[in-house]
């Protein structure tokens, strides 16, 4: 089974600046996904990147990069130039490229931009 | 394209009685996967529907069921209502080949009291 650990519950940062939020996850598959998702308080999921395992390159969104380390299974989202439409709750996300592929999700955390 | 849709927004019902939720996949997708998200969690997977199949389930009891329709419609069903059933059920369509690309529905909050 996989496991994600989000170890920041809570982070906070001032509007223009940089952020990192940190994300590790455990399996024992090669093959598989990683995805930031943000839930603001509309509540509707939204996806912000998506990283496939098997591609090295960090992928990148606009102001919205990862940094993925695959032997280390780790997967932060840094989010540059920070604005105020980003204060939501993060949630850090694993799917398998296998089977019904279900999402399997950390337990989030909650930024907020502070104007 | 219309997106995901979920209904009802919200619902209230009391420890012992049943659910329907519904929730209306986007355009050209088969696949739908039921999520449950309990208050400061992250969502857990309930199951996925495919083709009006049931094609893997998480760690839910029976009484969560669902169903698919022809027009890849979905239903999630919850037999004697429990306290801690209270949650956000959040459902996600895809397509069968892209199942990396999943979009969610709004959610349906549920209160049990």
């Known amino acids: 089974a996989q496991t994600v650990t989000q170890s920041q519950p809570e982070m906070s940062v001032q509007e223009a600046e940089t952020v990192t939020l940190s994300c590790t996850y455990d399996?024992?598959?090669?093959?598989?996904?990683l995805f930031w998702y943000k839930q603001p308080p509309s509540r509707q999921m939204i996806l912000v990147i998506r990283?496939?395992?098997?591609?090295?390159q960090n992928a990148t969104e606009n102001r919205f990069s990862v940094n993925f380390q695959k032997a280390a299974k780790s997967f932060s989202l840094k989010i540059s130039d920070s604005q105020l439409g980003d204060t939501a709750m993060y949630f850090c996300?694993?799917?398998?490229?296998?089977?019904?592929?279900?999402?399997?999700f950390g337990t989030g955390t909650r930024l907020t931009i502070i104007p | 394209e219309t997106g995901v849709t979920q209904s009802p927004t919200h619902l209230i019902k009391t420890r012992g009685q049943q659910v329907t939720l519904r929730c209306s996949s986007q355009?050209?997708?088969?696949?739908v996967s039921w999520y449950q998200q309990a208050l400061g969690q992250g969502p857990q997977f309930i199951f996925q529907?495919?083709?009006?199949?049931?094609?893997g389930r998480g760690n839910f009891p029976p009484r969560f069921s669902g169903l698919q329709f022809p027009n890849y419609s979905s239903e999630l069903n919850v037999n004697a209502l429990e306290l801690d059933d209270s949650a956000l059920y959040l459902c996600a369509s895809s397509a069968s080949g892209l199942r990396y690309e999943q979009y969610f529905g709004p959610g349906t909050r549920l209160t049990v009291t």
């Open positions: 529907y495919y083709r009006e199949e049931e094609n």
């Open positions: 996300a694993f799917q398998p490229n296998f089977g019904n592929e279900k999402l399997t």
């Open positions: 399996t024992s598959e090669n093959n598989y996904y």
């Open positions: 355009s050209g997708h088969n696949t």
């Open positions: 990283q496939e395992a098997y591609k090295q």
